[in-house]
């Protein structure tokens, strides 16, 4: 009882209130789960009163929504970094992948929260697949720079939709020990992930380029 009256009349000493419920809402998913998560959870590891989060979420799902905001906005630096160190399309595809699967090995409950909070309302969220910076548009961009011709609208949704399937599957199947033997023939898990990719053919021509 003490300990909930002193965090009941704790002061609010935060700068960005909203920015630290996140962060502790991101250092909870990796250390217990998103089942651990609720906003007094997320008070109490941001060090603020239990009623600070209302005014910045009026539930978990809000928070989580956000949470999941700031996993896209983080996959997609990393995609931009990947990308940007590539010359020829085949390799900024392959490092595009590569960045997708260490992302979500490296952040196993955001990258779950992100595709729960999606799934949640059957669609991604705007900003994943309409912003020029976002993942998805990365590829796709990238696809189009490929020298096989004009693509026609539907093939390049088309292939752009083969290739995150393909690293969201590889994602998932990362961690099974049937790729040991593999991972240790190639010299390690990256090129593991890069020998997959240049392996998958789903890029057609775009892959030589």
Not at 36 to 58: D, I, M, N, Q, T
Request: aromatic share 8%; hydrophobic share 40%; charged share 30%.
């Amino acid at each position: 009882m003490k300990e909930a009256a002193a965090a009941e009349s704790r002061p609010y000493h935060h700068g960005d209130l909203r920015r630290a419920l996140i962060d502790a809402a991101r250092r909870l998913l990796e250390s217990e789960g998103p089942n651990a998560l609720s906003l007094r959870a997320v008070a109490r590891e941001a060090g603020v009163s239990p009623a600070a989060p209302y005014h910045h979420f009026k539930d978990k799902s809000e928070l989580l929504d956000a949470v999941a905001h700031e996993g896209w906005d983080m996959l997609n630096e990393l995609m931009t970094a990947a990308r940007n160190r590539e010359s020829s399309v085949g390799d900024k595809l392959t490092s595009l992948g590569v960045a997708y699967v260490r992302f979500a090995r490296d952040n196993p409950a955001l990258y779950r929260v992100m595709y729960d909070a999606s799934r949640d309302k059957d669609d991604l969220p705007e900003h994943v697949h309409m912003e020029d910076d976002s993942a998805y548009c990365q590829v796709r961009n990238t696809l189009t720079e490929a020298d096989v011709g004009p693509l026609s609208e539907l093939d390049l949704e088309l292939a752009t939709t083969a290739a995150w399937c393909a690293a969201h599957g590889l994602a998932e199947m990362f961690a099974f020990k049937q790729f040991d033997p593999l991972k240790e023939a190639l010299g390690g898990d990256e090129a593991f992930l890069r020998g997959v990719f240049e392996h998958m053919g789903i890029f057609g021509k775009a892959g030589q380029s």
